[in-house]
């Protein structure tokens, strides 16, 4: 299923819009409880709902213009997609959704810091949740979550905090995702299509140096996944490129050359929506791209 990413109308479940809501009206019914933060007498969703909210109206345009490795709502894309990678690995590893929810959304909240965005965003986020009323412990778990996100966690961490940091590096580094990040950032850098993709045979080993930093075993499995996949698309799209010939359908050069066009504002979902309607000349998607997009949608999902 596609990821909604179209820019909302003003929100009117940001802050300050109705506070005290009924979502703390109806108690859990759990019966076993592990961890102090799963005691919350919280009904979740409609706090996940207006903190998606609050995250949208801070990064879907940020930033304004293309800059380094940023352009505008690619970090909140990127958010999307981590809340759903890290949604799966945490299933798989035993967190707390509540925590692994909320801590994936509010992760890049304070982005535009840079360098310190991890401490300066879990305490934006510990004032969000404070004034949505969430309870203490569980804001105090996501908040640590996002304090040591950017390179901070040690297998002794909580496995909540392990989760958001492991899909915060996947979506960046690993798959097919990653790949079309890597087309974007050359294209809005100005570099001929013949350098990129030239460029892919130094950029594959520095992503693979990457793994050794991931700390689940869910990480570990999907990366290897990721990995796989990204090197055979970049190694076909080589090879295509090199070929030089088109056969009359929109194969792997087109996608690149389509990705490339669209660098300034760039947004995967759409993209994909677009190619799935149609080609811009109308052609047929190749075998292999329909495998490309289908994959993007898959790690998109957090699915592989
Ligand atoms: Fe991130």
Redesign the pocket.
């Known amino acids: 299923m596609m990821t909604d990413v179209t820019p909302a109308a003003p929100c009117a479940l940001r802050l300050g819009a109705g506070r005290g809501g009924p979502w703390r009206s109806e108690p859990s019914d759990c019966g076993v409880y592990t961890k102090p933060y799963e005691r919350s007498h919280i009904r979740m969703t409609p706090i996940v709902d207006r903190v998606e909210c609050i995250v949208q109206d801070k990064l879907g345009d940020w930033p304004r213009q293309w800059e380094g490795f940023h352009w505008p709502g690619y970090?909140y894309e990127?958010?999307l997609r981590?809340r759903s990678l890290a949604l799966a690995l945490g299933e798989r590893e035993g967190a707390d959704p509540q925590v692994v929810e909320l801590a994936a959304l509010l992760?890049?909240i304070e982005k535009e810091v840079g360098k310190g965005h991890a401490a300066a965003g879990a305490e934006t986020a510990e004032r969000i949740l404070a004034e949505l009323e969430v309870d203490e412990a569980l804001a105090s778990a996501v908040c640590d979550a996002i304090a040591t996100?950017t390179g901070g966690n040690t297998p002794d961490h909580p496995v909540e905090n392990l989760v958001l940091g492991d899909a915060?590096l996947i979506?960046?580094n690993f798959g097919l995702v990653a790949t079309w990040r890597f087309i974007t950032i050359r294209a809005g850098h100005r570099m001929p299509m013949d350098e990129t993709i030239s460029s892919m045979a130094e950029w594959l080993p520095k992503k693979e140096a990457l793994r050794d930093v991931l700390l689940t075993e869910a990480a570990k499995e999907i990366t290897a996944a990721r990995s796989a996949r990204m090197q055979e698309f970049c190694r076909q799209l080589a090879e295509a490129w090199a070929n030089g010939e088109r056969n009359g359908e929109f194969d792997l050069p087109d996608l690149a050359e389509f990705i490339t066009a669209r660098h300034q504002t760039a947004n995967l979902g759409r993209q994909i929506a677009e190619l799935r309607e149609a080609t811009p000349d109308g052609r047929e998607v190749s075998a292999a791209v329909a495998e490309i997009l289908a994959g993007l949608e898959e790690e998109m999902a957090g699915r592989a």
Do not use: L, N, R
Request: negative net charge.
């Open positions: 970090t990127h958010t981590v992760h890049d996100h915060d979506d960046a």
